[in-house]
T-cell receptor, first 112, second 113 residues
């Protein structure tokens, strides 16, 4: 899987939007962009994924750059429950690799 | 749905002992994954199964590690003999076909003294 680069940590205030960036300059045409998060003392949980177009779901939005070399996970109104490590992962659905390759992720801190 | 179930949640053992971790995937899911998380190495894939058949075990660190999936609702990860460097949180995850979302269990925290 191609490599992603994320900031080690970010801090935000409760009830404000949060933009978590991810760079993936070596992304291939068949790589999907996935985001997972891991709350303290829990297993990772799926957040969102996309290929080319921006995506929205009940948890977050995913904004993908036109050249697909970067993306941004947007939490529209952060709560204390959103404090977690957020992982940006590329997964090639054309290559047959099924496991997820986790990097170090971004540790999101939410201030009340 | 109950989600992915792992047992035990915590395991403390002594070096040299055999350790068996258990996982029950979500009913109907045909992929099962085992991951390990440590401070030094982060989250890493150990092995995964498709329809109970091991597909890729290249992440298994040594021959001391083995995994089985005797049926669609049960998998085990065994370490024999265990060593202190095996101390980690072990996660099991399952997925339905090639759909993108993996569902993770709560993990087993293993401590080898």
């Amino acid at each position: 899987d191609a490599k992603t680069t994320q900031p080690n940590s970010m801090e935000s205030n409760e009830e404000e939007p949060v933009h978590l960036p991810c760079n993936h300059s070596t992304i291939s045409g068949t790589d999907y962009i996935h985001w997972y998060r891991q709350l303290p003392s829990q297993g990772p949980e799926y957040v969102i994924h996309g290929l080319t177009s921006n995506v929205n779901n009940r948890m977050a939005s995913l904004a993908i750059a036109e050249d697909r070399k970067s993306s941004t996970l947007i939490l529209h109104r952060a709560t204390l429950r959103d404090a977690a490590v957020y992982y940006c992962i590329l997964r090639d659905l054309g290559g047959g690799a099924d496991g997820l390759t986790f990097g170090k992720g971004t540790h999101l801190i939410i201030q009340p | 749905d109950a989600g992915v179930i792992q047992s035990p949640r915590h395991e403390v053992t002594e070096m040299g002992q055999e350790v068996t971790l258990r996982c029950k995937p979500i009913s109907g899911h045909d992929y099962l994954f085992w991951y390990r998380q440590t401070m030094m190495r982060g989250l890493e894939l150990l092995i995964y199964f498709n329809n109970n058949v091991p597909i890729d075990d290249s992440g298994m660190p040594e021959d001391r590690f083995s995994a089985k999936m005797p049926n669609a609702s049960f998998s085990t990860l065994k370490i024999q003999p265990s060593e202190p460097r095996d101390s980690a949180v072990y996660f099991c995850a399952s997925r339905y076909r090639s759909y993108n979302e993996q569902f993770f269990g709560p993990g087993t925290r293993l401590t080898v003294l």
